[in-house]
């Protein structure tokens, strides 16, 4: 009777541990069919997905960087600086076949993926020092360049404007499809939100001393006018690159200037 009641133990002991073995054995299969899903999901979404930017986000920011630069443009991003400054005015038409790849940001706007790291940084560090910027505008089609010409036209018009006088002082605040830096991806209206009492002004103060380290520089300044073609616009920035922006910041010129 001892000897059966042992052997019916050791029977189970067995049983139990082929059950264990067979359950441990589940688990890391379920564990590496989640991590292929997630690789998979990861690849399919990850460089589509939207970015942190208009929202607090710095401790995202490493993390979006990498997923929403694909690798070649990161590459391209440290050795070519030639697509920084491009130059777009009112004589110097965007090209044609222009061709531009967009990073989306949370909300709606777009960028030029190449600039989004360095504007990501930027970001954070307003944040950190307090500040609530927000995107007003960024890429623009050139239909909405259009259609924002438009009505700047028509609000002349409404003021008692001719035609013609309309449409001319339209011009020096809204540039014509195919002239505007907004189409390139690489400039940025920055303003602060409409929800707190931040004024735009100590925003604009903060990117004017401090956008260039980012590689952002104010566009168009006071006192170009005459060159850039465009009245003074504090909450305008433009990506020109680190040195670059460095190099204008320091020689109080304009990006005409500093390309001539
Ligand atoms: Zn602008």
């Known amino acids: ?5 042992k052997k019916q133990r050791r029977q189970n002991k067995k049983q139990e541990k082929r059950f264990s073995l067979f359950t ?3 688990i890391i299969v379920f564990l590496c069919c989640i ?5 998979i999901g990861f690849q399919l979404f990850g460089s589509i997905s939207d970015t942190m930017l208009s929202d607090k986000g710095s401790s995202f920011s490493q993390v979006t960087h990498a997923k929403n630069v694909p690798k070649e443009t990161s590459k391209r991003f440290e050795s070519e600086t030639d697509w ?27 960028v030029d993926s190449r600039i989004y790291p360095a504007l990501q940084d930027m970001f954070d560090d307003m944040r950190e020092a307090g500040l609530m910027p927000v995107i007003s505008s960024s890429y623009r089609t050139a239909q909405k360049q259009q259609s924002l ?18 449409e001319k002082l339209a011009r020096k605040w809204v540039a014509p499809p195919g002239t505007s830096e907004h189409q390139l991806g690489m400039a940025v209206d920055i ?6 009492e931040q004024e735009p002004s100590v925003i604009w103060k903060w990117l004017l001393e401090n956008s260039y380290k980012y590689g952002f520089i104010l566009r168009y ?3 170009k006018e005459d060159i850039t073609g465009t009245i003074y616009e504090p ?21 005409e200037e500093y390309l001539e």
């Open 1 to 5: 009777m001892n000897e059966q009641i």
């Open 24 to 26: 441990k054995i589940s």
């Open 35 to 39: 991590l292929l899903i997630a690789k």
């Open 84 to 110: 920084q400054l491009i130059l777009v005015n009112h004589s110097n038409p965007i090209p044609e076949n222009y061709q531009v790849s967009l990073t989306k940001l949370r909300n709606n706007q777009s």
């Open 149 to 166: 010409l438009d009505e700047k036209i028509t609000a002349y018009k409404k003021e008692g404007y001719s035609d013609n006088e309309a």
């Open 191 to 196: 303003t602060s939100l409409d929800r707190n």
């Open 221 to 223: 300044p006071e006192g």
């Open 235 to 255: 909450w305008h920035f433009r990506y020109v690159g680190g040195q670059a922006a460095r190099e204008i910041m320091e020689r109080g010129i304009c990006l």
